[in-house]
């Protein structure tokens, strides 16, 4: 792989081994995804043999394409890493620290394939984060009572989240509080980075009602 996505990658806090690994089973999930029969209603052997085939031909390059995707993370975190070592007002401090809770809420080893196909909104965040420091290094830093409540509003939900085996029989209920993990991130951008632009029209009462109540 080039040089400078060796070096992205690296930025990131994975071992080497762990982040290929990673790599290779989303690669795999993907593609079972994207098959053009149901993965999981083959039952004999050619087609098996098809599907293999078809895997093996298109799984190096499918690696390298995510990696790709990835590396692009790594420079937005190298970024970011470089700007939280700078010089900050004793004002800001607050607003740096944090910063930092939530960059290790969406960088940490394995949140890649916690992550999958979220990779292109998470380049989005930490572009949101970028803006924010720079804006904290010059004494900005309106937003941060919203973040608060937010943040409120979403330790409740963590919660169930965390104790998922109590929804197991609410699927929807679990879609729900994952979205709303993702719906905090998109008023962080909007609150934050605004110019970015946000995925879905986002408020913290929205937020509110989609945590408090988990259900469709």
């Keep these: 792989w080039p040089a400078h996505l060796a070096l992205n990658l690296a930025a990131l806090p994975y071992e080497k081994a762990a982040l290929l690994a990673d790599l290779q089973l989303v690669a795999t999930w993907r593609y079972l995804a994207q098959a053009k029969v149901d993965t999981w209603t083959v039952r004999d052997s050619s087609t098996l043999q098809q599907l ?3 895997f093996r031909d298109r799984f190096e390059d499918e690696v390298y394409a995510l990696a790709r995707e990835i590396g692009e993370v790594g420079a937005s975190y190298r970024e970011v890493s470089a700007a939280l070592s700078g010089h900050f007002p004793l004002s800001a401090l607050g607003e740096v620290t944090r910063v930092r809770s ?9 949140f890649f394939w916690d ?24 004494g900005q830093n309106s937003g941060s009572h919203q973040e608060e409540q937010a943040l409120a509003i979403w330790e409740g939900a963590r ?3 965390e104790n998922r085996e109590n929804l197991a029989a609410d699927p929807a209920a679990i879609a729900s509080l994952i979205h ?3 719906l905090l991130e998109e008023l962080r951008v909007s609150l934050f980075a605004q110019p970015l632009g946000t995925r879905e029209r986002v ?12 259900t469709p």
């Design 159 to 161: 919660e169930k989240l």
């Design 203 to 214: 408020s913290l009462q929205r937020l509110s009602k989609l945590l408090k109540d988990p």
């Design 52 to 54: 293999a085939e078809e």
């Design 102 to 110: 939530q960059l290790s809420q969406l960088i940490y080893p394995g």
């Design 115 to 138: 992550l999958c196909e979220g990779v292109e909104d998470l380049g989005r965040y930490l572009q949101a984060i970028a803006t924010r420091l720079q804006k904290a290094s010059q």
């Design 180 to 182: 709303g993990r993702w």
